[in-house]
């Protein structure tokens, strides 16, 4: 397999990985907690932030965006050339797909069953702004760190704490919101607010970008060292 097959067979996977788990969290905190709101929100949270940096710390050595948002952002940097940035965008969101399957079949619903919660409103589409934005920034801002192992921590971390306090529970992420239009429960999300969300993360991706380049003059060439690295593993 070529070092660009075996990059996005990671992002399968990972982004796989990642909606099953936050959709099947949802599914399963729902059934444990019927009653109560704020802790099915934070059984799915804990789940969401410790699988992403689990998954992160997995598969770093090959590839780990999970995120249309940050291949992007990889791509304006330099980090990833056009191609290779949409076969990666192609595959995380085939992976959020079967990720989305499997976690409703998991809980013996149907494969695909589609959304019925709404999520709409200027304050929702602000928090997507806010979540993408800072995403970002802390991916790439750990990344200009020697210890590549952080990015997963603060990555975990940060998500976990932005289901908190941004307004849409941070979604921050194309290939996780269409994913999660394929499932009618708590993680889910109605086809007709899924447009909104993503534009409203495109933003934040252009924002972020923006306060990166401002902050972080270097980050091409880290990001460049990088993709470099995983690249060397791969081979």
Same mark, same amino acid.
């Given at each position: ?45 804990? #789940?969401? /932030?410790?699988? @992403? %940096? *689990? ?8 590839? !780990?965006?999970?995120?249309?948002? &940050? ?83 603060? #990555?975990? /971390?940060?998500? @976990? %704490? *932005? ?8 979604? !921050?992420?194309?290939?996780?919101? &269409? ?57």
């Amino acid at each position: 397999m070529t070092a660009l097959g075996r990059r996005a067979l990671a992002e399968f996977v990972g982004t796989a990985f990642l909606v099953a788990a936050v959709i099947g969290s949802g599914i399963a905190a729902v059934r444990l907690s019927p009653t109560d709101t704020g802790l099915q929100l934070l059984e799915n949270s804990i #789940v969401t /932030g410790a699988v @992403l %940096a *689990a998954l992160i710390l997995a598969l770093q050595p090959v590839s !780990a965006a999970f995120n249309p948002i &940050v291949t992007a952002v990889e791509r304006a940097t330099g980090a990833v050339s056009t191609p290779d940035a949409a076969a990666l965008m192609a595959a995380q969101f085939a992976g959020g797909f079967v990720g989305a399957v499997v976690a409703n079949l998991m809980f013996d619903l149907s494969a695909v069953n589609l959304s019925t919660h709404q999520r709409s409103g200027h304050g929702l589409w602000l928090g997507e702004v806010i979540a993408t934005l800072g995403l970002l920034v802390v991916i790439f801002g750990t990344a200009r760190s020697a210890r590549s192992e952080r990015v997963a921590f603060a #990555v975990g /971390g940060y998500i @976990l %704490a *932005a289901y908190w306090f941004t307004s849409s529970t941070s979604f !921050a992420n194309p290939a996780v919101t &269409v994913a999660r239009m394929f499932s009618d429960t708590f993680a889910g999300i109605a086809p007709s607010s899924v447009s909104m969300f993503v534009a409203a993360q495109l933003v934040g991706g252009v924002l972020g970008f923006a306060l990166i380049r401002a902050l972080y003059p270097n980050t091409p060439a880290i990001a460049a060292q990088a993709v470099a690295k995983s690249m060397d593993g791969t081979r």
